[in-house]
């Protein structure tokens, strides 16, 4: 089983519509949880991080259920600059000192007028 | 605040040469990373520097890999001899800190053609 799984999609929506991902993880110890949004041929950039409690930042909103060892992302209203690659990734902690990001493969989103 | 700069933007090689990626993190991270993203996939983490020492190398390729952070600042990831399968865009993150929470930050990226 993958570390971090997603669907690729795309997923092609219209403007105003609310589209939902999915992130499962394999790794029970992984410590934090985070959405990263990568455009075409740009680097990944923070979205947001994910939350136990859950968190929501504007039109987004990111959940985490450690039972079931998955992160969700919902996105309402949405927008054509909304359009872009949404990468999932969970930290592990090491042997040593440090954390080690595990991103998902991506979930892609279009958004169409 | 600058961001992370990597340096060359594009690189094409022929198979069985050597090539060099340059990486200057964000000013006081002392945390930096080296990404390797092929085309539809997610970024893999290839090397992670804690200051000037390695914290997670289990997937870098040391037979034609090597990566340094010599005074815990700049980094180089070298590969040497390349193959095709080595085409892809080489990302290098930073974060401040060693706390799982903090955000990290991409460069640009170098994207590698291997002929």
């Known amino acids: 089983r993958k570390e971090v799984e997603q669907d690729p999609g795309p997923f092609n929506v219209p403007e105003g519509a609310t589209v939902a991902f999915n992130c499962t993880y394999s790794n029970s110890a992984s410590q934090s949880f985070f959405w990263y949004r990568q455009d075409c041929r740009k680097e990944p950039k923070l979205l947001m991080s994910?939350?136990?409690s859950g968190n929501e930042d504007g039109r987004f909103t990111a959940q985490l259920n450690r039972a079931s060892q998955y992160i969700s992302l919902l996105i309402r209203d949405s927008k054509l600059s909304d359009s872009a690659t949404y990468l999932c990734?969970?930290?592990?902690?090491?042997?040593?000192?440090?954390?080690?990001?595990?991103f998902g493969k991506g979930t892609r989103l279009l958004v169409k007028p | 605040e600058a961001g992370v700069a990597q340096s060359p933007r594009y690189k094409i090689i022929e198979k069985r040469q050597s090539v060099a990626f340059w990486c200057n993190p964000i000013s006081g991270h002392a945390t930096l990373y080296w990404y390797q993203q092929i085309l539809g996939q997610g970024p893999k983490l290839l090397i992670q520097?804690?200051?000037?020492?390695?914290?997670?190398d289990s997937q870098l390729p040391k037979d034609r890999f090597s990566a340094e952070r010599l005074k815990g600042v700049d980094s180089t990831l070298k590969i040497q001899p390349a193959k095709l399968e080595d085409s892809a865009v080489y990302l290098c993150?930073?974060?401040?800190?060693?706390?799982?929470?903090?955000?990290?930050?991409f460069g640009p990226g170098t994207r590698l053609t291997v002929l």
């Open positions: 993150a930073s974060k401040p800190g060693q706390s799982s929470y903090n955000e990290q930050f």
């Open positions: 990734v969970v930290n592990i902690a090491g042997e040593g000192q440090g954390f080690s990001f595990i």
């Open positions: 994910v939350y136990s």
């Open positions: 520097f804690q200051n000037n020492g390695v914290v997670d």
